[in-house]
Nanobody
Framework: VQLQASGGGLVQAGGSLRLSCAAS????????MGWFRQAPGKEREFVAA????????YYADSMKGRSTISRDNAKNTVYLQMNSLKYEDAAVYYC??????????????????????WGQGTQVTVSS
């Protein structure tokens, strides 16, 4: 499956952005989806994840209450709505997909090694 992330940009602190990730080349509804981010000089970190049927979502503590992950399986797209953005949210945001027949656990959702497919990333810049 191929993933194309979009929606990044420059936003003032306190503002909002909605990232999108369009999938192609596979059965999108078979994949759990995740968002990760990587700032310069830092390791890639988990942001949010959603199960195949959208029944389960997980968020990094830093994003709880400020972000919402959702998906539209008819459009083969996963979204990340981010509100009240902070300077430290600036990073390249990546979407990722994992195929697994079992139920996604929190530990699996947060482990970037469990994802087989990655998009190219979209830059989010937050001005103070």
């Amino acid at each position: 499956v191929q993933l194309q992330a979009s929606g990044g940009g420059l936003v003032q602190a306190g503002g909002s952005l909605r990232l999108s990730c369009a999938a192609s080349g596979g059965f999108f509804s078979n994949y759990d989806m995740g968002w990760f981010r990587q700032a310069p000089g830092k390791e890639r970190e988990f942001v949010a994840a959603i199960s195949r049927n959208a029944n389960t979502t997980y968020y990094a503590d830093s994003m709880k209450g400020r972000s919402t992950i959702s998906r539209d399986n008819a459009k083969n797209t996963v979204y990340l709505q981010m509100n009240s953005l902070k300077y430290e949210d600036a990073a390249v945001y990546y979407c990722a997909a994992r195929w697994f027949t079992g139920t996604m656990t929190a530990a699996q959702a947060m482990d970037n090694n469990k994802y087989s497919y990655w998009g190219q990333g979209t830059q989010v810049t937050v001005s103070s």
